[in-house]
């Protein structure tokens, strides 16, 4: 056996190693625990089959349309400012390429991404309470003398939006940096000598060249955005019910298995929230073309 095919061969061994490990973990944290809920989903408590009968539990209770709304708004709002705000702050960071002032800004974008997302949360309580806020000042500026009235029911969204982009975006801007990274210098290059100006530039070459980086985005934080659940739950608690325990669909389906010890709605929940999500995954895939060479 020759030297490079030797070579080979041990690569390839090592790269389904990898594969095999990442398979593993997969089995045993997602698609175990997938196939768990979906069995209690469609089971009561002595394991007897009740067909749809759960999902229509859930669908029935009186907060489950209001928390499904909850969950919609704040996705439309958290989705808008991902792709819009961290496409623009990458194509910034691209043109300032190298200097001091782009690697610093690419560490501070990053820096609160290392933060889990209950402690994230903790610091914006503290953030949005005007009695201790360092932008204090700034929230009595906008009326909002006290916490409640900053956590008021109608401000949610926005606010479980600032606090998802703060901690989730900044890996994001990282990313589409590095994919700009990869944009050949010479069509750049052509685009100026033809008298393409920044805006053009990205719009016509940098921007389309992203798209799939950008749909990878969309569909991660689309899924993730269904989850909602941390920010929510830990706001309920440091408002005394102002926000309340019911907000999003995981908190509804957090209750029926930890308060009225119905598993099998609380499952049903989980499984309709993994529905929408594979759902949005398979059309933003098939009419982004997704999968299609370049």
Same mark, same amino acid.
């Given at each position: 056996?020759?030297?490079?095919? =030797?070579? #080979?061969?041990?690569?390839?061994? %090592?790269?389904?190693?990898? &594969? *095999?490990? @990442? !398979?593993? /973990?997969?089995? +045993?944290?997602?698609?175990?625990?997938?196939?768990?809920?979906?069995?209690?989903?469609?089971?009561?408590?002595?394991?007897?089959?009740?067909?749809?009968?759960?999902?229509?539990? =859930?669908? #029935?209770?009186?907060?489950?349309? %209001?928390?499904?709304?909850? &969950? *919609?708004? @704040? !996705?439309? /709002?958290?989705? +808008?400012?991902?792709?819009?705000?961290?496409?623009?702050?990458?194509?910034?960071?691209?043109?300032?390429?190298?200097?001091?002032?782009?690697?610093?800004?690419?560490?501070?974008?990053?820096?609160?991404?290392?933060?889990?997302? %209950?402690?994230?949360?903790? &610091?914006?309580?503290?953030?949005?309470?005007?009695?201790?806020?360092?932008?204090?000042?700034?929230?009595?500026?906008?009326?909002?003398?006290?916490?409640?009235?900053?956590?008021?029911?109608?401000?949610?969204?926005?606010?479980?939006?600032?606090?998802?982009?703060?901690?989730?975006?900044?890996?994001?801007?990282? &990313?589409?940096?590095?994919?700009?990274?990869?944009?050949?210098?010479?069509?750049?290059?052509?685009?100026?000598?033809?008298?393409?100006?920044?805006?053009?530039?990205?719009?016509?070459?940098?921007?389309?060249?992203?798209?799939?980086?950008?749909?990878?985005?969309?569909?991660?934080?689309?899924?993730?955005?269904?989850?909602?659940?941390?920010?929510?739950?830990?706001?309920?608690?440091?408002?005394?019910?102002?926000?309340?325990?019911?907000?999003?669909?995981?908190?509804?389906?957090?209750?029926?298995?930890?308060?009225?010890?119905?598993?099998?709605?609380?499952?049903?929940?989980?499984?309709?929230?993994?529905?929408?999500?594979?759902?949005?995954?398979?059309?933003?895939?098939?009419?982004?073309?997704?999968?299609?060479?370049?």
């Amino acid at each position: 056996m020759s030297a490079p095919v =030797a070579q #080979r061969r041990r690569a390839g061994r %090592a790269g389904y190693a990898f &594969v *095999a490990a @990442y !398979l593993a /973990l997969l089995i +045993a944290f997602g698609v175990v625990p997938t196939g768990y809920a979906i069995s209690f989903a469609f089971t009561d408590a002595g394991g007897g089959f009740t067909g749809f009968t759960n999902f229509l539990t =859930a669908a #029935r209770d009186f907060r489950f349309a %209001a928390a499904a709304g909850h &969950v *919609a708004l @704040y !996705l439309v /709002l958290w989705l +808008a400012a991902l792709v819009v705000f961290v496409v623009a702050l990458a194509l910034l960071l691209h043109r300032l390429g190298t200097r001091a002032t782009g690697r610093t800004l690419r560490l501070l974008y990053y820096l609160p991404g290392a933060l889990a997302g %209950a402690a994230s949360v903790l &610091v914006w309580l503290f953030m949005l309470d005007p009695a201790v806020s360092p932008a204090g000042f700034l929230l009595r500026g906008l009326g909002f003398g006290t916490f409640g009235e900053v956590v008021a029911l109608d401000h949610l969204p926005v606010l479980f939006t600032l606090i998802a982009f703060w901690t989730g975006a900044g890996g994001w801007i990282v &990313v589409l940096y590095g994919a700009l990274n990869t944009v050949s210098p010479d069509v750049l290059e052509a685009a100026r000598i033809d008298g393409a100006g920044a805006w053009k530039t990205a719009w016509h070459i940098q921007i389309p060249l992203l798209r799939k980086w950008i749909v990878y985005m969309v569909i991660l934080a689309f899924a993730g955005g269904t989850q909602l659940f941390v920010e929510p739950q830990l706001l309920a608690q440091a408002s005394v019910g102002v926000a309340g325990r019911d907000y999003s669909l995981n908190q509804l389906s957090y209750d029926f298995a930890f308060q009225y010890d119905d598993v099998g709605t609380a499952a049903a929940i989980s499984v309709e929230l993994l529905v929408v999500s594979v759902c949005a995954a398979a059309v933003f895939v098939t009419r982004s073309r997704f999968f299609d060479a370049d």
